[in-house]
């Protein structure tokens, strides 16, 4: 839960569920238009939105890896087939 200040502290928010985040964003958008609270809401939304980049670049890094072996295994099916077909 938040403390005193209303804030958590960062070793909380990155434990903090994408779920508990979004219910923040809103009891914050809930309260008015108050400066403070438009900036807490954007405290929370630049933490969804790093987890968002983090799991982007995961999968960017896994989609990699994988177009590496494909490449890998087309390069060698290649040279099999050079060599296959110069014998015939």
């Known amino acids: 839960m938040p403390h005193e ?20 964003i ?3 958008l809930a309260g008015g238009g108050h400066p403070w609270r438009l900036a807490l809401a954007q405290y929370y939304r630049d933490e969804l939105t790093r987890r968002e980049n983090t799991r982007t670049a995961k999968r960017m890094l896994s989609l990699t890896a994988t177009v590496t072996v494909m490449t890998f295994a087309i390069l060698v099916l290649t040279i099999l087939n050079v060599i296959v077909v110069a014998r015939t």
């Open 5 to 24: 200040n209303k804030l958590f502290t960062h070793r909380e928010l990155v434990t903090l569920g994408d779920d508990v985040l979004v219910g923040e």
């Open 26 to 28: 809103d009891r914050a």
